[in-house]
């Protein structure tokens, strides 16, 4: 083990004996020193799941492709009153005319034609 070894070295460098005995020692040195990094990985993966900022927090309706029938997200603006847009199919490419209401943020008369 390369760790093992550079710790022997700087043991030696230090007119230390490297005997059985402190192998032994640098062995259960190393353990630890990977336990603990074992640990903080796993604490970081759990705060990335529960840390609220990773949702996303726009609004979407699914809706199917006029052109292709595929399902497709919508992204909703819900900060004004009459929506009316074009947004490119994810998957064949070809324009979809999006039109909607928003009256206190509910969304009514939602219509996804090909244009
Ligand atoms: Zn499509």
Same mark, same amino acid.
């Given at each position: 083990?390369?760790?093992? $070894?550079? =710790?022997?070295?700087?043991?030696?460098?230090?007119?230390? &004996?490297?005997?059985?005995?402190? =192998? &032994?020692?640098?062995?259960? !040195?190393?353990?630890?020193?990977? +336990?603990? !990094?074992?640990?903080?990985?796993?604490?970081? +993966?759990?705060?990335?799941? +529960?840390?609220?900022? $990773?949702?996303?927090?726009?609004?979407?309706?699914?809706?199917?492709?006029?052109?292709?029938?595929? &399902?497709?997200?919508?992204?909703?603006?819900?900060?004004?009153?009459?929506?009316?847009?074009?947004?490119?199919?994810?998957?064949?490419?070809?324009?979809?005319?999006?039109?909607?209401?928003?009256?206190?943020?509910?969304?009514?008369? !939602? &219509?996804?034609?090909?244009?």
């Amino acid at each position: 083990m390369d760790l093992e $070894d550079s =710790i022997a070295a700087v043991l030696a460098q230090r007119g230390c &004996r490297i005997t059985p005995e402190i =192998i &032994r020692a640098i062995d259960t !040195f190393i353990a630890v020193v990977e +336990d603990n !990094f074992d640990s903080r990985g796993r604490d970081r +993966d759990a705060e990335d799941v +529960d840390d609220p900022t $990773d949702q996303d927090p726009s609004p979407t309706r699914m809706i199917d492709c006029p052109h292709c029938g595929e &399902r497709l997200p919508i992204a909703l603006d819900l900060t004004s009153g009459e929506q009316d847009g074009i947004q490119d199919c994810e998957v064949c490419c070809r324009p979809i005319r999006i039109r909607y209401a928003v009256e206190d943020g509910h969304v009514s008369g !939602f &219509r996804a034609e090909g244009s």
